[in-house]
């Protein structure tokens, strides 16, 4: 378990306490980079590690349930939800709710699911034409 406030890389992994964590069963992708204006030092980065960025804000709990290459942690990360009673958010299954994520071949069945949603919806990366597949 890895836990406590979050800092997300250029990459889309997730930086606590020094180490590095991946969202488990996906990928983001680094490509199409843009700028936020309304954060002071201006963000740059690709438009879904920005997005990561705004659902990590906070405390972040990870179980790790393995590890990729060169020793990369990986993880089912979660925040706690927005309002007081909300569930915790699994912050994986939201990026590819949005639209802002790939599933990897380990994603379980929800989470393709989840991609063949945002996919069909084109939205996210998906309404991009350099990534929509079809």
């Not at 979050?6 to 700028?35: M, N, Q, W």
């Not at 030092?41 to 060169?70: K, M, Q």
């Not at 915790?88 to 590819?96: G, K, N, P, T």
């Amino acid at each position: 378990m890895v836990e406590g406030f979050a800092r997300v890389t250029s990459d889309g992994y997730l930086s606590i306490g020094g180490r590095e964590v991946a969202l488990f069963g996906i990928d983001i992708p680094t490509f199409d980079r843009t700028c936020r204006q309304a954060t002071v030092p201006t963000s740059c980065g690709p438009r879904a590690v920005l997005i990561l960025e705004d659902l990590a804000g906070g405390f972040v709990h990870c179980d790790i349930v393995g590890r990729r290459s060169a020793g990369l942690l990986d993880g089912r990360c979660t925040v706690a939800g927005r309002r007081m009673l909300d569930d915790r958010l699994d912050l994986a299954s939201e990026m590819l709710r949005q639209g802002w994520a790939f599933t990897r071949p380990e994603a379980p069945p929800l989470y393709q699911s989840l991609q063949l949603i945002a996919r069909t919806r084109e939205i996210g990366i998906w309404r991009d034409a350099a990534v929509n597949l079809r």
